[in-house]
């Protein structure tokens, strides 16, 4: 928080030139700017207070993969948010399925082996035994955060979300929204023009 900040890019990349930008709106322009304007709030870095703020993960990755599909939108290509989706639909059959069970069920998705392997792992991951069914389901969120995101959107503060790490929850607290400071913050550049902002929320909804 008080040095300079990294970006790790794996290589090789697998994104397309036009996925690129979107990354970044979502892991510097969600993620990282959320995280930065956190210094300027009354609360800090330090959530666990009387303030009373909720976890914010399901929050957070669904504002950053919504985030990251909305020049996408502006350039009105079709957009199914079919990685969230996909890794909500991996996180169920899991549930019941051990990890080479899971690995045949999502070749119809993930045609290259290498990258099922790899999804699979993360879902698998931390179990002793992966051939039986269960798993690590954070993944769930991207989806399910999205979704409401996208239902909630035309009565949230959009700017107060991006302010901190703040959950969908906490924006409903008065106690919370009463004292949010929206001086000094710095929001991402796709919020430079609001209307068009939900205009592709809309698009992507």
């Given at each position: 928080?008080n040095?300079?900040?990294?970006?790790?890019?794996?290589?090789?990349i697998s994104?397309r030139?036009?996925?690129?930008v979107?990354?970044?709106?979502?892991?510097?322009?969600?993620?990282?700017?959320?995280r930065?304007?956190?210094?300027f709030q009354?609360?800090?870095?330090?959530?666990?207070?009387?303030?009373g703020l909720?976890?914010s993960?399901?929050?957070?990755?669904?504002?950053?993969?919504?985030?990251?599909?909305?020049?996408?939108?502006w350039?009105?290509r079709p957009l199914?948010m079919?990685t969230?989706?996909?890794?909500?639909?991996?996180?169920?059959m899991?549930?019941?399925?051990?990890f080479?069970?899971?690995?045949?069920v999502l070749?119809?998705y993930?045609t290259?082996?290498?990258?099922?392997f790899s999804?699979c792992t993360?879902?698998?991951?931390?179990?002793?035994?992966?051939s039986q069914?269960g798993g690590?389901?954070?993944?769930?969120?991207?989806?399910?955060g999205?979704?409401e995101?996208?239902?909630?959107?035309?009565s949230?503060d959009?700017i107060?979300?991006h302010?901190?790490?703040l959950?969908?929850?906490?924006?409903?607290k008065p106690?919370v929204?009463?004292?949010?400071?929206?001086?000094n913050?710095?929001?991402p550049?796709i919020?430079e023009?609001?209307?068009?902002?939900?205009?592709?929320l809309?698009f992507?909804a």
């Amino acid at each position: 928080m008080n040095g300079p900040a990294s970006v790790v890019i794996k290589l090789p990349i697998s994104y397309r030139t036009s996925e690129v930008v979107g990354v970044w709106d979502h892991e510097i322009g969600t993620h990282f700017i959320r995280r930065f304007n956190e210094r300027f709030q009354p609360w800090g870095n330090n959530k666990q207070n009387k303030y009373g703020l909720e976890k914010s993960l399901k929050t957070e990755e669904g504002v950053a993969s919504v985030n990251q599909c909305v020049r996408g939108a502006w350039e009105k290509r079709p957009l199914y948010m079919h990685t969230s989706a996909l890794k909500y639909f991996a996180c169920t059959m899991a549930t019941e399925m051990g990890f080479c069970e899971l690995f045949k069920v999502l070749e119809k998705y993930i045609t290259n082996g290498r990258e099922r392997f790899s999804f699979c792992t993360r879902i698998k991951r931390g179990m002793t035994d992966t051939s039986q069914p269960g798993g690590y389901y954070k993944d769930k969120v991207y989806l399910e955060g999205a979704v409401e995101y996208l239902q909630g959107r035309k009565s949230m503060d959009i700017i107060a979300l991006h302010s901190s790490k703040l959950s969908f929850e906490d924006l409903k607290k008065p106690n919370v929204t009463k004292i949010l400071n929206k001086q000094n913050i710095v929001l991402p550049p796709i919020l430079e023009n609001m209307d068009k902002y939900m205009e592709a929320l809309d698009f992507i909804a």
